[in-house]
């Protein structure tokens, strides 16, 4: 009799588990990991660990709840391994005025990224 009350009692810890977390709305999700972001930016310079740990946590959050990520952070990643870039401190920036490109180089991987910076389309077709 012992052992059935002590299962009883673990099922019922694994079932409570579940329920903590709230189901939040996608704007919520959407400011929490906005909020992680800025907290990894303002933090990179000091403590680069700790600022991928909430880049890593703040992606964790928008693939579960497929969030988009905002278009001023989503080119904050590497596409190839992706750590959490900052210009100057783990990547590298360059122009490239012949191609239009942005060259972003990671120092994580050495691989690069390369981003078109022409304004519409109509820019492009004319060039």
């Excluded at 990671?106 to 390369?114: A, E, L, Q, S």
Aim: with cysteine.
């Amino acid at each position: 009799m012992p052992n059935s009350v002590k299962t009883s009692q673990r099922t019922k810890k694994r079932r409570n588990r579940k329920h903590r977390f709230q189901i939040l709305s996608q704007e919520d999700y959407q400011e929490q990991v906005v909020s992680l972001l800025i907290k990894a930016d303002e933090i990179i310079s000091e403590d680069m660990e700790k600022a991928q740990q909430f880049a890593k946590q703040a992606r964790k959050i928008q693939m579960k709840t497929r969030i988009k990520f905002p278009p001023e952070w989503k080119k904050r990643f590497c596409k190839h391994c992706k750590a959490f870039l900052y210009p100057g401190i783990n990547c590298r920036v360059r122009l490239s005025s012949t191609n239009r490109v942005i060259a972003i180089k990671c120092d994580h991987c050495n691989k690069y990224t390369r981003v078109p910076y022409y304004k519409s389309k109509e820019v492009k077709n004319g060039l």
